[in-house]
């Protein structure tokens, strides 16, 4: 039935995008322009205090708790299951936003802040480590935690509402079924709109390489090639494809980073890490909780608000499939792993690409600004263009760009088939076929009527609501840890005290 539901309302937002898609995006448009004016401040309180909660679990006396069995290991390694984490839960946008966004903010800075200084550099630097530093990998490793949890040491199923249902309000438990229909709906559209955008950065890759035309046409034949892709990947299980593809990802971004880091301006790039960073730590929490309600002023709004709302739409899709590779790890270690050292790792790729772009707009003219400003998808490509090797690296980048893809894709279409099949971890390939291909025709349905990104921004809308059972997850999470932890004590005690008795007799 939830399935039902879901399936309608992903089937009446395409229909109303084929057919009047100049009206869907000004009903989501207006919708999320009132979300952002009126409840940003929520947004950045719940985001803040999920940060908090994963910085307090992770450092406390609750972290020894192991997600399973007290002698279960982890399914994976720390660097297959890195890597996977990683590649699902925001790879590609770190590619497709390491040299655009810095460049983006060096123009258009924050209010109070003058484009096109070094004040303006500075604050572009320290405001991208904050978008995407420990605020996005805390919400989706609270999410990831809470679905893992009640997976593992309860025996719950794979599902968002597993959290909810063990709360004590009847109204929480009587909506728990909602709350499933809404992560579904969240992750086909936000994977289809991502399909949409990364099609045009694969192109833009294809173009500057090989000198492919670049429009609609050929990026519905990406989007085409990629699905068949990451449906045969899903189709090998996580054990074999996903697994595969995300450690490759790892080695070749890093590597791209590596040549970009050789041959750029070396010494600005780790300038930029230590002064981006001093200045994330410094500034965190009035960035955490920053608002402008005595100027005019869109710019919150338009970037912190709408990533915040980006991540929790996002959160029941990553944070599923994070838990679905996490188990037999300590929640100290799964919250290390999820929140601390992908955070680290962003913080080095912005500086390697951002630093490296800013540093040769500033000091060499290199006018990537223009480029990032007129299409964001040709930023990486052209700050490639004035390095060594340039044919080789942004070849590798295409590849990089096409494989975060599908690795993106076949972990949702998993995470989907597991929500259709009412939590079952290993759903039958059938339904990962024709997930894999309902996401990919929504994408390009959507993008033909050109309203793929009225859509993205419908998903983003539909993350105010979801922000609620995002809060609801974390208190009931909170409420689970600390029962277990006391019956453990408890269970402990016991022990010692039948010990202390046979030493007596």
């Given at each position: 039935m939830q399935m039902m539901v879901s399936a309608g309302v992903i089937a009446l937002i395409v229909l109303w995008g084929l057919l009047a898609p100049a009206s869907l995006g000004t009903v989501f448009d207006a919708a999320l322009a009132e979300v952002t004016r009126s409840f940003g401040w929520l947004y950045l309180w719940i985001v803040l205090g999920l940060v908090v909660l994963a910085l307090v679990l992770a450092f406390s006396r609750y972290g020894d708790l192991k997600l399973g069995q007290p002698d279960e290991e982890p399914e994976f390694s720390n660097t297959a299951w890195f890597a996977m984490l990683f590649a699902a839960g925001m790879g590609i946008g770190l590619v497709y936003f390491g040299v655009a966004e810095p460049l983006s903010h060096y123009g258009a800075p924050p209010p109070g802040i003058t484009p096109h200084t070094p004040e303006a550099a500075n604050?572009?630097?320290?405001?991208?480590?904050?978008?995407?530093?420990l605020h996005p990998w805390a919400i989706y490793g609270i999410v990831a935690l809470s679905i893992a949890y009640f997976q593992f040491r309860r025996g719950s199923k794979a599902l968002v509402s597993s959290a909810t249902e063990t709360l004590p309000w009847a109204w929480a438990r009587k909506l728990s079924p909602v709350f499933n229909v809404m992560a579904v709906v969240a992750t086909a559209f936000g994977v289809a709109a991502s399909l949409?955008?990364?099609?045009?950065?694969?192109?833009?890759?294809?173009?500057?390489?090989?000198?492919?035309?670049?429009?609609?046409?050929?990026?519905v034949g990406i989007i085409m090639v990629v699905t068949v892709l990451f449906i045969g990947s899903a189709v090998t299980g996580v054990e074999r494809g996903v697994k595969w593809l995300s450690q490759t990802n790892l080695v070749a971004a890093g590597l791209l980073a590596l040549v970009v880091f050789t041959f750029g301006p070396t010494v600005a790039i780790l300038d930029t890490f230590s002064t981006a960073l001093g200045n994330y730590l410094t500034e965190f929490a009035r960035m955490s909780l920053r608002l402008t309600p005595f100027r005019e002023s869109g710019w919150v709004g338009g970037w912190t608000i709408f990533y915040w709302a980006w991540w929790l739409a996002w959160s029941p899709f990553v944070g599923m499939f994070i838990a679905r590779v996490s188990r037999g790890r300590t929640i100290?270690?799964?919250?290390l792993g999820v929140v601390i050292a992908p955070t680290l790792v962003g913080f080095a790729w912005f500086a390697v690409f951002?630093?490296?772009?800013?540093?040769m707009e500033i000091f060499q003219s290199a006018?990537?600004?223009d480029v990032a400003s007129k299409d964001p998808s040709l930023a990486l490509f052209a700050l490639l263009q004035q390095l060594p090797l340039a044919t080789i690296t942004s070849v590798l980048a295409t590849v990089l760009v096409l494989v975060f893809f599908v690795t993106s894709g076949d972990s949702a279409t998993l995470v989907l088939a597991t929500m259709s099949h009412d939590g079952n971890p290993m759903p039958p390939n059938r339904s990962k076929v024709i997930w894999g291909v309902l996401v990919a025709g929504i994408a390009i349905a959507l993008m033909l009527a050109g309203?793929?990104?009225?859509?993205?921004?419908?998903?983003i809308v539909f993350a105010?609501?979801?922000s609620a059972v995002v809060?609801?997850?974390?208190?009931?999470?909170?409420?689970?840890?600390?029962?277990?932890?006391?019956a453990e004590q408890r269970h402990e005690r016991e022990l010692l005290r039948k010990v202390e008795r046979l030493r007596e007799n």
């Open positions: 604050a572009a630097m320290r405001y991208a480590f904050f978008h995407w530093g949409g955008t990364g099609a045009a950065q694969i192109n833009s890759g294809l173009h500057t390489v090989f000198g492919m035309p670049q429009g609609t046409a050929w990026q100290r270690e799964f919250l951002g630093g490296s772009a800013l540093s006018h990537l600004a309203g793929l990104k009225s859509v993205q921004t419908a998903t105010l609501p979801f809060v609801l997850m974390a208190i009931a999470l909170v409420r689970a840890i600390r029962d277990d932890w006391e």
